[in-house]
């Protein structure tokens, strides 16, 4: 099983650069979510979405994009990348059972200079 | 609002030690309890559950039970072995509309040999 596919898993951008970070499951999941992780400051939640063609705000969702055109995929935009988005990013999924767990791809490392 | 707490680290140990990792929450409702452990380079998994009051949740020699009266789940393993580093999370999901999870910041334990 695939499980949580994240691509690409890393990727160096200039400041000012654009670009879309990709996440798909396999898992016919409903719910879908994009989180941050820096040093000391554990996963912060920037969007997520309940389902196909819904997205919401997060903890931090400033300077992002979401889409979830497809059930499957959901995507996470920087239209102007900032230095201060350097971070690890995760996607995560789960169904929308009570007490299941969030099922996480392995991660994109981003680093904008 | 809703929080996790959890030791800081990084915890080290020798190898056949005794592990314990505090956990603490504050949430409205009543959440479900996880930890998720993270390898290096890698996204986070889950590592066991509770879901209701005095449930006990285990996995891989590793246990924790949800304490409703001091709104704990410490994380406790008899014996550690090396390949147990890594980084653990403990982590709270209420259904507020989006199963949204809320992360510890996270503790890493070193195992020595």
């Known amino acids: 099983n695939a499980g949580v596919t994240q691509t690409p898993k890393f990727r160096v951008l200039k400041t000012g650069q654009s670009m879309t970070l990709l996440c798909a499951q396999d898992?016919?999941?409903?719910?879908m979510y994009w989180y941050r992780q820096d040093p000391g400051m554990g996963l912060r939640l920037i969007h997520y979405s309940v389902g196909e063609g819904t997205t919401a705000k997060g903890e931090v969702p400033d300077g992002y994009n979401v889409s979830r055109l497809k059930k499957q995929n959901f995507l996470l935009g920087l239209e102007s990348a900032a230095p201060s988005q350097t971070s690890v990013y995760f996607c995560a999924s789960r169904n929308g059972e009570e007490g299941q767990p969030q099922h996480f791809g392995d991660g994109t490392r981003l680093s904008i200079l | 609002g809703d929080s996790v707490t959890q030791m800081e680290g990084p915890v080290t140990l020798s190898e056949e030690a005794f592990l314990t990792i505090n956990c603490t929450y504050t949430?409205?409702?009543?959440?479900?309890l996880f930890w998720y452990v993270q390898y290096p380079g890698e996204g986070l998994q889950l590592l066991l559950k509770a879901t209701k009051a005095d449930d006990k949740g285990s996995n891989k020699g590793f246990e924790a039970t949800y304490r409703k009266e001091t709104t704990s789940f410490h994380l406790e393993k008899g014996s550690v072995q090396v390949s147990d580093s890594a980084v653990y999370f403990c982590?709270?999901?209420?259904?507020?509309?989006?199963?949204?999870?809320?992360f510890g910041a996270g503790t890493r334990l070193f195992v020595k040999a």
């Open positions: 982590a709270l999901s209420v259904d507020t509309g989006g199963f949204k999870t809320i």
């Open positions: 949430a409205t409702g009543y959440p479900s």
């Open positions: 898992m016919n999941h409903e719910y």
